[in-house]
């Protein structure tokens, strides 16, 4: 008898504690197929690099994205701030992986490192120009999801982030979505088909873009534009090459590279790296010290520079979830997430996207991408200078960065002529 009697106070609580766990969407039932079969794994045996700072962000990601055999463009700062974003509503150890990974002791420091960007890197003049917007996506349940509110004041206060109300699985909520990245990127991205599928139980989508149009500070001449052979992995290509010479400059010569940098109007420089004939581009690629090294090391040599550089523009995808897991975030796409921080639900990171575009001609350089983050629940004489061939007739690396350095995209070019990978 007091068995049963146990026996039957067990079961009403196994019904009070379902009754209870029905207040709350999305009802966590669909989490751990998706958890245990779907999510991200980390490598375990690729320990995480130590990232002390956005610089060192930039490296590891690019390091992880970019290997030297195909076209490929990548933000990091955008992937930084939605990340930095999402990190505002974690919690416990989830937050704890994120900061870690985003190089900050705290939400404190990590604003200050986000809001100084927002406030100082941004140019809008009628020829320059560089931009982010920032936006979160809530869904709207009859009012049964509570997002918490000092989340979303530091969301519109640090990020300048506006907020939308949001019916996920609606072709309406998509479109709207859409709507807000294509006019954010002036139109430069053509969103994927299957960029913008939500489910049902989503909870919540944050958003960031970046735009950048700048000039060369000295444009080439148009007239000085001709075809040439480009050296392909996959065999040899006719494209169209931008030439001239830029007398008594600095360009870098490192181990098995030059560097050489082109300066933009106003928004800062387009470096490129083009590894010595015979030297595969992979094989300067594949960790973030070589990276580094690519970037910021090299002897600098003053010459007279002839530079022959081809158009290229075309639009890159990335999808985010695997390579960030590996960075040591694997619990915030895990049924052990906490943003309690942001929602009262059991939210986690379901998909972490990237879609961008890179264009570059006689006038300038134009860029453009945005990443999301769903979640479900003078003048002097003339000197007697070496004369350098900067010749990127084979593939390349390149940069685009603000006059203090910050790295706003980078990327490689293997094939000028493919319009989108």
Known sequence: MIQMKRLLCILFALLLLCACAKHYEPSPAPLPELFESEK??????SPVPEITDYAGFSDVLAAKLIDGTQNRNLSPISVYLALAMTAEGAKGETQAAMLKLLGAKDLRELRGVCGAMLETLPIDTEDSSLTFANSIWLAERDSKLQFNESFLDALAGVYRSEAHAARFGTTETAQQIADWITE?????????KDALVF??????VLLNTIYLKDAWRDEFYEGATKPGTFRAPDGEMTVDYMNRTDPGVTIVKG?????????????????????DEGTDLSEQLGSPDKLHALLREGEAVRADVRVKLPKFSFQDKLELDQVLASLGVG?????KADFTGMVESNAAITRVLQESYIGV??????????????MNDG?????????????????????IESYDGTVLFIGTVTNPTAHES
């Open 331 to 335: 619990i915030a796409f895990s049924s």
């Open 40 to 45: 991200p794994q980390a490598d375990a045996e």
């Open 379 to 399: 003048f002097a004489m003339p000197e007697d200078l070496p004369k350098i061939d900067f010749h990127l007739t084979r593939p390349f690396l390149y940069a």
């Open 199 to 204: 489910s049902p139980d989503t909870v919540a």
């Open 361 to 374: 001609d006689e006038k300038g350089v134009e860029a453009a991408a945005y990443t999301m983050v769903a």
């Open 184 to 192: 954010h990127t002036h139109g430069k991205i053509r969103i994927s």
């Open 255 to 275: 181990d098995g590279y030059l560097r050489y940098s082109l300066p933009l109007l106003r928004v800062g420089r387009m470096t490129f790296v083009l590894p």
